[in-house]
């Protein structure tokens, strides 16, 4: 059988499909979180590479981010509460996987531009006499601020993130905690030490959440277009 009741009350099969959904929405949410920023991550390192420039991360700032930046939001998401509209939405045909044309278009945008912004400012800040520290200092400043807007805009594969963007707890706290670490990398001596970075002023705060904000319009616009089924139907 496709489906067993173990009671005679049938909105048991309304809350067993809710629950499927909202499982398979969130391990995609998931997948385009984390998958994205592998994207954006060696889309940087391999531009900077074939640009014959240094590597704007080191090797313990490329394993922070991926261990602590993305695992913590990535976790969160997870646990999405399910979207308002879930249980309205057309089912889905079992024979479609995850990596539709749309998810694969959020993930690519999302990593393509985070790859641009981050060595966008890295290039600037050695042309502009920034050491090589402080530029990649301020790159993986720029780089995390990014994965923390793309994250909220990962709840949703089609709805703007605008839509209750903080009614999750859990990514709230991941978030805070995750700045948290940052500001510690980035001003406290031994974790300098550690990670190799440097201490930034006000001004490269501010340019670093400017940049990682612009991330947001691109996602929005993005996602306007698979609304609109440019690019087929949202699974």
Sequence with gaps: AAMMLTDDNFASIVAAVE???GLFSNI?????YLLSSNI??????SAATLAGMPLPLSAVQILYVNLATDGLPAL???VDPPEADLMRRKPRDPRTGIFTRPVVLLMLVGGGWLMVVNFGVFTWALHAGRS???AMTLTFVTLVLTEFVKAYNFRSDRHTAF???FSNRWLNLAIIWEMGLLVGIVHVPFLERAFGTTRLPVADWILAAGLALTLLPVLEFAKWMVRR???????
């Design 19 to 21: 629950e499927g959904r």
């Design 229 to 235: 089924g440019w690019f087929g139907r949202v699974a």
């Design 76 to 78: 969160a998401l997870a």
């Design 132 to 134: 090589l520290t402080e």
């Design 28 to 32: 995609k949410k998931y997948l385009m």
């Design 40 to 45: 954006g991550e060696i889309g940087l390192m």
């Design 163 to 165: 839509r209750r963007p």
